[in-house]
């Protein structure tokens, strides 16, 4: 875990709380080392900024990893749906293939 990069992105929060790529940023930055700090921030991003879609897939991946599955899946197909709002394509296979995967690990 980059610790100064950590501190880095927390700095950026502070000085400017309206911007979803910093919150982003920090929630990836501790998935590996803080997986449950990172879902915090991600779940921050859904509550308060619904249309940051990068959001969606790494939210649903890590509440799939906690055995959240059926949140996750929520959270994949509002995902989905941003996606097909935005008309951004592919971030919507990319979410879809992770639906589909879940749904396949779940049966």
Not at 32 to 44: K, R, T
Not at 83 to 103: D, I, P, S, V, W
Request: proline content about 3%; aromatic content about 14%; glycine content about 4%.
């Amino acid at each position: 875990m980059n610790t100064a990069r950590i501190e880095l992105l927390k700095k950026y929060i502070e000085e400017e709380p309206n911007e979803p790529f910093n919150y982003y940023a920090l929630g990836c930055e501790l998935m590996h080392e803080a997986a449950d700090e990172a879902l915090n921030y991600f779940e921050h991003l859904l509550n308060n900024f619904a249309d940051y879609l990068p959001t969606y897939y790494q939210a649903g991946l890590l509440q799939a990893e906690f055995g959240e599955e059926e949140t996750a899946l929520i959270t994949y197909e509002k995902g989905i749906e941003l996606a097909k709002e935005q008309e951004n394509h592919k971030t919507l296979r990319e979410l879809q293939t992770a639906y589909q995967n879940l749904q396949f690990e779940m049966d």
